[in-house]
Antibody, heavy 116, light 107 residues
Framework: QEHLVQSGAEVKKPGSSVKVSCKASGDTFRSYAITWVRQAPGQGLEWMGAIIPTYTRSTYAKQLQGRVTFTADASTTTVYMELRYLRSEDAAVYYC?????????WGEGTPVTVSS | DIQMTQSPSSLSASVGDRVTITCRASQTISSYLNWYRQEAGKPPKLLISAASTLQSGVPSRFGGGGSGTDFTLTISSLQPEDFATYYCQQSYSDPRTFGQGTKVENK
């Protein structure tokens, strides 16, 4: 059964950066887009954008453009999400998910705490 | 951006009840509408894609309908694992917005 393996919880200071990884199988990496979604504590789901790993082509949510970058490493079939200039409101669980028209496989989530 | 509005925001129901959740898009999205269920502390799970296509392994008590701007998710007989939060999401255009969620609670 396909699954996505995410990196562990992070604690970051305001103004710093975080980089979350999402390891996929080779088939998923080659054949699907990977979408990033975040969820602040007690809140709903927020679409952050998506990457097509084989083309390293990405789309980003407007409110995050300039602060977020998705990258992909074909040698390890891993996708990364880096968010810079962290603010308190970036504290959330970050999910990667397979697909962009619909997301049928999800990672377990990576909690990111932003605190001074 | 396309706004997705779910109603109700929460509801109380009992095991065996029939439950219907509505999702409305701010402009037409054809059938580019997905439904997810999220149990507490877990990632979302895809239930239905393309407005009415039940995902493999999802019980037949879940059904989806609608097109254009108005969509529904129906649970024909609520089960204990269905006490969760449900989200609709449009995939017609970027950004792929989600509804605000509907929390189904045990009466």
């Amino acid at each position: 059964q396909e699954h996505l393996v995410q990196s562990g919880a992070e604690v970051k200071k305001p103004g710093s950066s975080v980089k979350v990884s999402c390891k996929a199988s080779g088939d998923t990496f080659r054949s699907y887009a990977i979408t990033w979604v975040r969820q602040a504590p007690g809140q709903g789901l927020e679409w952050m954008g998506a990457i097509i790993p084989t083309y390293t082509r990405s789309t980003y949510a407007k409110q995050l453009q300039g602060r977020v970058t998705f990258t992909a490493d074909a040698s390890t079939t891993t996708v990364y999400m880096e968010l810079r200039y962290l603010r308190s409101e970036d504290a959330a669980v970050y999910y990667c998910a397979r697909g962009d028209v619909y997301m049928d496989v999800w990672g377990e989530g990576t909690p990111v705490t932003v605190s001074s | 951006d396309i706004q997705m509005t779910q109603s109700p925001s929460s509801l109380s129901a009992s095991v065996g009840d029939r439950v219907t959740i509505t999702c409305r898009a701010s402009q037409t999205i054809s059938s580019y509408l997905n439904w997810y269920r999220q149990e507490a502390g877990k990632p979302p799970k895809l239930l239905i894609s393309a407005a009415s296509t039940l995902q493999s392994g999802v019980p037949s008590r879940f059904g989806g309908g609608g097109s254009g701007t108005d969509f529904t998710l129906t649970i024909s007989s609520l089960q204990p694992e269905d006490f969760a939060t449900y989200y609709c999401q449009q995939s017609y255009s970027d950004p792929r917005t989600f509804g605000q969620g509907t929390k189904v609670e045990n009466k």
